[in-house]
């Protein structure tokens, strides 16, 4: 497994403003990947950030609203920007370990209440 | 194309089992499940790979049946611990580049 950490825990921002999340793990990881969980919902992909290239979005996310960056192996970013209440949700990042085991582990995610 | 988690929510009592199903309409190459408790990040439980073999541990064991594209999730002798929210992830293309595509998830409540 890995050690997954996320910074802030919890923030609460008002509308049009813009958020930064961190995700740190502690050894070096190949892919890495951030999802959204709206209250009381399932986990919804948003991005597939793979170290030295652009990140991979999905259906309905758009890089201008949630740009993502992949310094090294171990840190990500996802920035949530010029959010609206509808972007309340909370924000995980997971990580595959990249043993070939496919097992995909989560960071303990952000809490985000836009007002 | 999310898969489709049944039963949505099960009340158990302590000691009883539980079978929880997750099915694609698309071919899968593997399922993940995790349990999530409230306030919580999910937990990783175990993953099931296409032509792999039934996992399990503890009380805590998943099958994989690739002609109806369908894992189940099987906990025996339920302890107050295992109450949360059971989410099956699938990959449909293998390889790990690939993030999950989550089903609604089931509601297991363990009553003493």
């Known amino acids: 497994s890995a050690v997954i950490s996320q910074k802030p825990s919890r923030d609460i921002c008002q509308r049009g403003t813009s958020l930064t999340i961190q995700c740190q793990v502690d050894s070096q990881v190949t892919m890495m990947f951030w999802y959204r969980q709206q209250p009381g919902q399932s986990l919804t992909l948003i991005a597939t950030a793979n170290q030295g290239s652009e990140a991979t979005y999905e259906s309905g996310f758009v890089i201008d609203k949630f740009p993502i960056s992949r310094p090294n192996l171990t840190f990500s970013t996802l920035t949530v920007s010029n959010m609206s209440p509808e972007d309340s949700s909370i924000y995980l990042c997971?990580?595959?370990?990249?043993?070939?085991?496919?097992?995909?582990?989560f960071g303990p995610g952000t809490r985000l209440t836009v007002t | 194309q999310q898969p489709v988690q049944s039963p949505q929510a099960v009340i158990l009592r302590e000691g009883e089992d539980a079978v929880i199903n997750c099915s694609s309409s698309?071919?899968?190459?593997?399922v993940h499940w995790y349990r999530q408790k409230h306030g919580e990040a999910p937990v990783f439980l175990m993953i099931l790979l296409k032509g792999g073999e039934q996992k399990g541990h503890e009380k805590i064991s998943a099958s994989f049946n690739e002609k109806k594209q369908q894992s189940s999730l099987y906990l025996t002798a339920s302890q107050l611990s295992y109450s949360g929210t059971y989410f099956c992830g699938t990959d449909y293309s293998g390889g790990g580049a690939d993030g999950l595509t989550f089903g609604k998830g089931t509601h297991l409540i363990i009553q003493p």
């Open positions: 698309k071919a899968l190459y593997s």
């Open positions: 997971s990580v595959d370990v990249g043993t070939g085991s496919y097992e995909q582990y």
